[in-house]
């Protein structure tokens, strides 16, 4: 499904997420339309980069936001996996694994029982606490940043990952590092895959509704129906 985020709707749904299906949207618009294509904003999937690569080479390419603090937040998780199989007493184990909702929440959305857990993370376990830093500090930068700095400020976290994180964080900034401009234009452009994530909840709703559709063509035109855009006049009420 392609989105349009000036008017906040849907205007492309084809079966299949790959390059082809992406090509069947270029197509449709034709060099013309290409040519008035500015930005788009995708996740990393290998084969909508390479349609915009072959297709529309001039888009600027936005790196959603949220799929890239998802590679921290995996990272983040595979460290703290890694110290829970290495605790040495069944406490220890249970206590680490207790501090998944702490690590993957937002700060400022922490109790005080979660607040004393990091405290202790701090004191007593210093890779998972840095490796909770890490994932924080790559938040403040998209939260913080200006699009004059975006690019000093990321460079400087991926040193540090490079300097001292672990192997799922070395991993995670590599990917990052490869994206690095696209990483960046969210920061410059402010936009991200909000907009289609939010369609995508009211199809769920749309096929609950329906219990389903014999085929994607179905679908396909519930969509648009729904969530493209179009404003049909309610049939006039005559007065009893």
């Known amino acids: 499904m392609v989105t349009d985020h000036d008017r906040g709707c849907a205007v492309w749904v084809v079966e299949g997420k790959d390059a082809a299906a992406l090509?069947?949207?270029?197509?449709?618009?034709?060099?013309?339309?290409?040519?008035?294509?500015?930005?788009?904003?995708?996740?990393?999937?290998?084969?909508?980069?390479?349609?915009?690569?072959?297709?529309?080479?001039?888009?600027?390419?936005?790196?959603?936001?949220?799929?890239?603090?998802?590679?921290?937040?995996?990272a983040l998780d595979e460290v703290r996996r890694s110290l829970v199989n290495a605790a040495d007493t069944p406490d220890e184990k249970t206590a680490l694994k207790k501090t998944r909702f702490t690590l993957h929440r937002a700060p400022w959305k922490l109790d005080a029982v979660a607040r004393r857990k990091l405290d202790k993370l701090e004191?007593?376990?210093?890779?998972?606490?840095?490796?909770?830093?890490?994932?924080?500090?790559?938040?403040?930068?998209?939260?913080?940043?200006?699009?004059?700095?975006?690019?000093?400020?990321?460079?400087?976290?991926?040193?540090?990952?490079?300097?001292?994180?672990s192997e799922p964080f070395l991993k995670a900034a590599n990917t990052i590092a490869e994206h690095f401009d696209g990483v960046c234009a969210y920061v410059q452009t402010g936009l991200t895959n909000s907009l289609a994530e939010g369609l995508n909840r009211k199809i769920r709703v749309v096929t609950?509704?329906?219990?389903?559709?014999?085929?994607?063509?179905?679908?396909?035109?519930?969509?648009?129906?729904?969530?493209?855009?179009?404003?049909?006049?309610?049939?006039?009420?005559?007065?009893?």
Request: proline share 5%; hydrophobic share 50%; aromatic share 12%.
């Open 123 to 165: 004191a007593d376990n210093h890779p998972l606490y840095q490796a909770y830093l890490m994932k924080e500090s790559l938040a403040a930068i998209f939260d913080m940043a200006s699009p004059e700095d975006i690019h000093l400020h990321l460079s400087g976290w991926l040193q540090w990952v490079e300097d001292a994180g």
């Open 208 to 240: 609950s509704r329906a219990f389903g559709f014999q085929s994607a063509k179905s679908l396909m035109a519930m969509i648009m129906l729904c969530c493209g855009g179009i404003h049909l006049a309610w049939p006039h009420l005559f007065p009893m």
């Open 23 to 74: 090509d069947s949207f270029f197509d449709a618009l034709g060099p013309d339309g290409i040519k008035a294509l500015e930005v788009a904003t995708i996740d990393m999937s290998g084969a909508f980069k390479k349609a915009f690569r072959e297709r529309a080479p001039d888009v600027e390419i936005v790196f959603d936001r949220f799929h890239v603090q998802r590679l921290v937040h995996d």
